[in-house]
Each structure stands twice: as structure tokens, then as C-alpha cells.
């Protein structure tokens, strides 16, 4: 499976440790296409149905729900982690995203 960039995947996030988010679930791919190719682990922030209108987290609408990308989460997992892949950002979706990204953890 090639893995790109703001594509959603299923992730098995578990085992976990206190309040990391578990179970497997959503997660859109935030690591660059360069790294997904050669590095065998990815960049991912999980998704969830969920949330409060927290300032991490971007509104998004997928298979017909409306869930909250959770970017205050974001990790690192291992690709034996990734189950299969559910489909990707809009464009709207990404700007957003990568604004949030800039905002949190830029400057």
C-alpha cells in the first residue's frame, strides 16, 4: 500500500498509555510523502466522532459522519499498525489541517 500524505487510514492505535486516544480508528496521514516512501513508520493523527470544538481539532466529514481530526494527538506508528485505507482530506480539509499544525506547533 503506498501512503500519502492527508489520506485517511485505519490505524490500530492500541496498546496505549492514560489519555492517548485508543482502539482502532481513523487517522489522516500528516507525514510527507518523502518519509512515507522510505521510512518504515508514519506520522498520523487520529480521528474520532467524539470531541469538542477544541482549537487542535479540524470538523471533517467522512463516510457520511461528522468526526474531529485531533491534531493535540498527533504520533508516530509503526506501518504494521495500518490496517487498510478509507479515503482522503478535501482540500478545504488540508488548509485547515495545515494551518492548526502551523498554529500549534510552529513559532
Given at each position: 500500500m503506498e501512503i500519502k500524505q492527508y489520506h485517511i487510514l485505519l490505524v490500530n492505535l492500541d496498546p496505549t498509555i492514560g489519555s492517548e486516544i485508543k482502539k482502532t480508528r481513523p487517522c489522516v496521514v500528516v507525514s510527507p510523502d518523502e518519509m512515507n516512501k522510505f521510512i518504515r513508520t508514519v506520522v498520523i493523527a487520529p480521528m474520532t466522532t467524539t470531541s469538542k470544538p477544541y482549537p487542535t481539532r479540524v470538523e471533517v466529514k467522512?463516510?457520511?459522519?461528522?468526526?474531529?481530526?485531533?491534531?493535540?494527538?498527533?504520533?508516530?506508528?509503526d506501518k504494521?499498525?495500518?490496517?487498510?485505507?478509507?479515503?482522503?482530506?478535501?482540500?478545504?480539509?488540508?488548509?485547515?489541517v495545515k494551518a492548526i499544525i502551523k498554529e500549534t506547533y510552529v513559532d
Amino acid at each position: 500500500m503506498e501512503i500519502k500524505q492527508y489520506h485517511i487510514l485505519l490505524v490500530n492505535l492500541d496498546p496505549t498509555i492514560g489519555s492517548e486516544i485508543k482502539k482502532t480508528r481513523p487517522c489522516v496521514v500528516v507525514s510527507p510523502d518523502e518519509m512515507n516512501k522510505f521510512i518504515r513508520t508514519v506520522v498520523i493523527a487520529p480521528m474520532t466522532t467524539t470531541s469538542k470544538p477544541y482549537p487542535t481539532r479540524v470538523e471533517v466529514k467522512h463516510d457520511n459522519k461528522i468526526g474531529w481530526i485531533v491534531l493535540d494527538q498527533i504520533r508516530t506508528v509503526d506501518k504494521k499498525r495500518i490496517m487498510k485505507e478509507l479515503g482522503k482530506l478535501t482540500k478545504a480539509e488540508i488548509k485547515e489541517v495545515k494551518a492548526i499544525i502551523k498554529e500549534t506547533y510552529v513559532d
